[in-house]
């Protein structure tokens, strides 16, 4: 199975991905991840990409690429793949679509985690952090039973992030709909697109999710 994850910030992607890892065996190839550990690795691609970000420009897409590239080629990615955070425009999308193809690995879907703009501030704009157990909550959907006390370690000590404003999230947001957005036509251009509502538990969008993939 070969797919590449599409939803807004705060849709649920990275939780979703990491329970379709389990079900169907295959990795969740976050670009990030992999940016972090060819530098770390000081692989070739990675002190490209270093150089890049020390001189305060963007890693180019043949970077992220030829990342790619090496990822599915290791073993673990012969049944497939889960996308996560590639392709973020158009042009990134057909230059992914030219690369699997050469690799004769084509996508078979592109999934959106479709979720409601309002839904979405709230879910970003109101989570809260324990900086004792790290638990998190969202004063909108899930707050701590006794307000300003972590239910898990019964700190006082529970924070909002200063970059979780509404002008940062907001901004976060029509980035998204800007650039990454556009992937919803293309991919329903392809008739690859698949679409979930992001809205419920996480066991009712993982299973409407897998009732999806399984039509494939």
């Known amino acids: 199975m070969r797919i590449v994850l599409l939803g807004a910030p705060g849709s649920g992607k990275g939780t979703q991905a990491q329970r379709l890892t389990g079900i169907y065996n295959i990795p969740q190839i976050s670009t990030g991840d992999l940016l972090r550990a060819a530098v770390s690795a000081g692989t070739e691609l990675g002190l490209r990409a270093k150089a890049a970000m020390e001189a305060g420009e963007l890693v180019s897409d043949d970077i992220v690429l030829g990342m790619i590239r090496e990822r599915l080629q290791q073993p673990d990615a012969v049944k497939g793949f ?114 979930v509502n992001g809205i419920g538990s996480m066991e009712d969008i993982s299973n409407a999710i897998q009732a999806e993939l399984d039509k494939l």
């Open 82 to 195: 889960i996308l996560d955070g590639f392709p973020r425009n158009l042009v990134q999308a057909e230059s992914l679509d030219a690369l699997l193809a050469e690799l004769e690995q084509p996508l078979q879907a592109g999934l959106l985690i479709d979720v409601d703009h309002d839904i979405l501030m709230k879910r970003l704009t109101g989570r809260l952090s324990c900086k004792d157990c790290a638990t998190v909550y969202n004063r909108y959907f899930s707050p701590p039973r006794q307000e300003g006390v972590c239910d898990n370690c019964g700190s006082t000590n529970l924070y909002h992030r200063a970059d979780d404003n509404e002008e940062t999230i907001g901004n976060r947001l029509k980035v998204y709909e800007s650039s990454t957005a556009p992937l919803i036509g293309y991919y329903q251009n392809q008739n690859k697109l698949k679409r």
